[in-house]
């Protein structure tokens, strides 16, 4: 099956940085129907994932269990999958156990199914038990080796930048807290991989636990972003149609990339090269209308100044 991206994007602050040559490539390879980008995007890497190698036992038994509710409700998967506004794809990937759904979808699929206890039970007792998703396994896996690691964040601050108390208010689970801890070291093993994050503007004013806890992670930002092999910029907000999230790309040193995008429900992991190349002009466009590396600083300060302290 062959997939494609609908771009749309309309730019709400104006921004004198970027390049007119980026921004007329991107518009003629991804059907951009504006002349610019002032900030965020996102990707749908459709049906392209990695081919998982392994499926977690837990997620294994969660899924046959939701077959076994649905099949006992007397519903198709994509009967199902209208009830609660995903994709029948995505439900079967649940029923696989090929991806780790939310909490708050497993609550409503739980409704769906008319068995909203057995689902939430079900849910905390296996899907809680992985340490990382299933669909983010294979990228966090590519993530490690990787040379270069380029990371744009639409809502939240990146996995790899956040404090420990950011992190502990969006993961319920000790776990995946420990967990994403670990994967940090990304940023200061050897050798030492160059990674370029980009966060929409958004995120630096989104209250994520407490005052407290954004006044830590944006101190925390602006140390991290003086380290040698880190470049962080900043975004303007801008609005889009058709493609939302966040998303992340890898290159090996022999030059490979996988990218990954996260979406609402879970997220996918591609090696397409038709989508290789979108992320990387997206994200060659986006780097272009960011502040620069100082003044993002200086940004960061000022916000932390004005909201966080």
Known sequence: MRLGLSWEFRVLSPSSHGATYGRTELVRKSHITTN????????DLGAHMVTKKRIDPHLRRFGAKIQRFREEAGLSQAEAAKMVNVTRSYIGQVERGITRCRKDFSERLGVALMRPEEVAEAWSELVRSAKYPQYFEDFASLESTAVLLRKYSADVVDGLLQVESYARVLLRAEDSVLARMKRQE???????????????????YREVGSP????????HLLEVSAWEKVCLQVAPTAYY??????FS??????RDEAAYAGSAFGGETSEEAEQLLLVNEAFAVLQARARNVADTRTFIRRVLEERWT
Not at 195 to 202: M, R
Not at 241 to 246: A, K, L, Q, T, Y
Not at 249 to 254: N, P
Request: one cysteine or more; charged letters at 15%; glycine letters at 10%.
């Open 36 to 43: 610019g980008i002032a900030g965020t995007t996102g990707l």
């Open 186 to 204: 990304i940023l200061t093993r050897e050798p030492t991989p160059m990674v370029c994050f980009i966060l929409d503007e958004s995120v630096l």
């Open 212 to 219: 407290e806890i954004m006044n830590a992670q944006l101190n």
């Open 241 to 246: 149609r058709g493609v939302s999230g966040s």
């Open 249 to 254: 790309i890898a290159t090996q040193e022999d």
